[in-house]
């Protein structure tokens, strides 16, 4: 176990990065959503490549905070924590996914939802193309 001043730092420490993480964080937010209203409207097999990247620049802050850190240096690498489920959340979400892929080929209520969002996102890709013929007019 580390000594007392150890912890005092690795306690400094952790409060520095949780600041420096929800910073990240609360730039994330909606840059994503830009991000992510852009990928949706982009037309093509190049759509969402701007969106994946955000998300692979993520990973990378994700990496250079490395949040709990001062665990694995004071005990080693991480084991797999029985109190913990071994699925994350991007497993999770696959699971619930699945589900609704499920109910959706079924003929479910999710068959109505995802209509009515795609009707609302055919819309909106319309309307920004009209914007944009309108504007170019204009010049």
Do not use: C
Not at 98 to 119: I, K, M, N, P, W
């Amino acid at each position: 176990m580390p000594d007392r001043w150890t912890l005092i730092r690795d306690i400094l420490v952790l409060q520095l990065k949780l600041l420096v993480d929800g910073l990240r964080d609360l730039i994330l937010v909606p840059i994503s959503l830009v991000i992510g209203v852009i990928s949706l409207l982009k037309a093509g097999n190049a759509s969402g490549s701007e969106f994946y990247e955000l998300l692979r620049a993520g990973r990378r802050t994700e990496q250079w905070i490395n949040l709990f850190g001062a665990a694995e240096r004071v005990y080693g690498p991480s084991i797999s924590d029985e109190r913990f489920p071994a699925e994350d959340i991007d497993e999770m979400v696959s699971r619930v996914e699945s589900f609704l892929v499920d109910e959706y080929r079924q003929g479910g209520v999710t068959r109505q939802a995802r209509d009515r969002l795609d009707r609302a996102l055919e819309s909106l890709h319309k309307m920004v193309l009209r914007k944009g013929k309108s504007s170019a007019g204009k010049e």
